[in-house]
């Protein structure tokens, strides 16, 4: 059997997890590749190579669940902000994410059933720090709203902002927080720039128009959702989607891109 679930297998697992919590389990137990002999349930691989990923994922997983939540490094990340715990650990971990699994065959990357696995055995931390209601979307506990999944947004977030390359390779996945602590307000809608304006866009499939308009947002003078009623990034979010319903960035060099996506900041600035 391959590493993939279907999404009753997955639901099955959900209610595994839930009835454990109900009973008090903390989340690193739940977390654990013995819980609930879920491996030998579901999983049963035979083919050696299904085996040996499945190994590299477990190992490459609890090497970031004890960087990142043993030894406090998103505690330290998040110490300057008021923002959730939770938010903090999964913007470090769309880079971390890409990192692991983007050299992976796209028929895997591409396979519904295989998220639902990374979701449920090796990352299992991740979901249960993450998303504790574990409602169906949020590990594919349904066949619809992919991009809502945790760990395919978390993936997309990566893989949309990783630049190749002299630059740091996700530093885009991080700017968002840097411009709010450069102009010193409250870290929200971090979340929201990412999941609404970079995963969920169509524009933002094109590496060349995502990077341009992270840098427009990050570049003085800067723009920010500073309130539900003065939301910039949102406004300029919008400018853009109507310029390429009448343009075709994708044909356009660097230099153009960045000539379009600073107009439209500075129509957003002077609005």
């Known amino acids: 059997m391959p590493l993939r679930l279907n999404f009753a297998q997955a639901r099955q697992i959900e209610g595994a997890l839930k009835q454990s919590m109900a009973a008090g389990a903390d989340n690193k137990s739940l977390s654990e590749r013995a819980f609930g002999q879920l491996e030998e349930t579901y999983l049963n691989l035979t083919d050696v190579l ?149 995963v969920r866009h169509r524009w933002a499939d094109s590496a060349e128009v995502v990077h341009e308009f992270i840098s427009a947002t990050s570049r003085k003078p800067f723009i920010n959702d500073y309130s539900q009623d003065n939301r910039q990034v949102n406004e300029l979010s919008k400018r853009v989607n109507r310029v390429v319903s009448n343009l075709s960035l994708l044909t356009m060099s660097t230099s153009e891109v960045k000539a379009i996506m600073e107009r439209e900041k500075m129509t957003v600035l002077e609005s």
Not at 150 to 160: A, D, H
């Open 50 to 198: 299904q085996v040996e990923l499945n190994e590299i994922l477990w190992n490459e997983s609890v090497d970031l669940r004890t960087r990142l939540i043993d030894r406090g490094e998103v505690m330290k990340y998040k110490a300057q902000d008021s923002d959730a715990f939770g938010i903090a650990l999964e913007e470090l971990m769309s880079s971390e994410l890409h990192r692991v699994l983007n050299h992976l065959p796209s028929e895997l990357l591409h396979d519904a059933g295989f998220w639902r696995y990374l979701a449920l055995f090796p990352f299992r931390w991740f979901l249960v720090e993450r998303e504790p209601e574990l409602k169906f979307q949020d590990y594919g506990g349904t066949d619809a709203n992919r991009d809502k999944w945790l760990l395919i947004r978390t993936f997309q977030w990566g893989r949309k902002c990783y630049q190749p390359g002299d630059v740091p390779p996700y530093e885009n996945a991080t700017s968002a927080r840097m411009v709010k602590r450069e102009l010193k307000v409250t870290a929200v809608r971090i979340v929201d720039f990412y999941h609404s304006h970079i």
